[in-house]
Nanobody, 121 residues
């Protein structure tokens, strides 16, 4: 079994910063990619940022230049540094890990429980 534990959400004023963390633990052999998604009330879940095992990153246009995704492979942990936050960034943020429980097995998506980020004055 694989567990993802997220932390770092909260309430912040516009222009402020937050750092999200997501640590993967349990029976995981390797990780192909890690990422963050978000879902605002009444909207579909959307990709925010991803980072592959090789270090390649991808961001949704609305966060480019403001958010930075990084990973610590030794700790199976992914981070999302969010700067210059805007009210439209308000959402529940979910961590996703694409991993394999055994060598040569197909990758599986694992999701965190979500952490609330609220940007408001």
């Amino acid at each position: 079994q694989v567990q993802l534990v997220e932390s770092g959400g909260g309430l912040v004023q516009p222009g402020g910063s937050l750092r999200l963390s997501c640590a993967a633990s349990g029976s995981i052999f390797s990780i192909d990619a890690m990422g963050w998604y978000r879902q605002a009330p009444g909207k579909e879940r959307e990709l925010v940022a991803t980072v592959t095992s090789g270090g390649s990153t991808n961001y949704v246009d609305s966060v480019k230049g403001r958010f930075t995704i990084s990973r610590d492979s030794a700790k199976n942990t992914v981070y999302l540094q969010m700067n210059s936050l805007k009210p439209e960034d308000t959402a529940v943020y979910y961590c996703k890990v694409v991993g394999r429980r055994r060598q040569y097995r197909p990758p599986v998506d694992y999701w965190g429980q979500g952490t609330q980020v609220t940007v408001s004055s």
